[in-house]
């Protein structure tokens, strides 16, 4: 991926805290291609996920519109997430991906402005682990570059307030980050 603008304009200014886990296993970081590439991994993400604000910019609620934005990215272990899923969902075990909001309560609208300032607007942090991941794209026939695509922009629409409490807001969720997905070059998957 190149750092160009987005489908809909100018991507937004982004900026991505990224780590990749210290423990993450050499044949899966080499499988997850430049995504898990110490390298190009960063920057990769940052016009990924400013591609997807780009995309997102008419249909979020105004105290999230904002021209610049700061996120965290980990890609990490099951035993790492499995601790985060336990110590903030109170639930055993791993899963593929976790998202810590920052913005829960929606920031009066011109809060940032009124400092006469542009200061990105924390969104939170995203979590995903590249071995529930990697389990995930063979159970989905697609290779593990996709499906990391896809958790993080599923971490990327919890962060802006999306949610799932029923089968059909999931569906309208998944739908939507396809929808994302396929804009920003991303092959549409065999199954989700």
Not at 116 to 145: C, F, K, N
Request: some cysteine; aromatic content about 4%.
């Amino acid at each position: 991926m190149s750092a160009e603008i987005g489908p809909k304009g100018e991507n937004p200014e982004l900026d991505l805290a990224f780590e990749l886990g210290e423990a993450l296993d050499a044949d899966l970081k080499s499988a997850a291609g430049a995504l898990a590439s110490p390298e190009t991994a960063e920057q990769d993400w940052t016009w990924l996920v400013g591609s997807w604000l780009a995309d997102l910019a008419n249909e979020l609620p105004a105290p999230l519109r904002h021209p610049a934005y700061s996120l965290g990215l980990l890609i990490t272990d099951d035993r790492s997430i499995a601790v985060l899923n336990r110590e903030w969902r109170q639930q055993e075990g791993p899963t593929d991906v976790l998202a810590f909001a920052a913005q829960e309560a929606p920031l009066p609208p011109d809060a940032l402005a009124e400092l006469g300032e542009v200061e990105p607007l924390e969104l939170g942090d995203i979590v995903i682990s590249l071995e529930t991941a990697a389990r995930q794209a063979q159970d989905h026939d697609h290779d593990l570059e996709r499906e990391l695509r896809f958790l993080a922009c599923h971490g990327l629409l919890h962060l802006l307030g999306w949610d799932h409490p029923d089968a059909a807001s999931l569906e309208r969720m998944l739908a939507r980050q396809e929808l994302l997905l396929v804009q920003a070059g991303v092959p549409i998957s065999n199954q989700v």
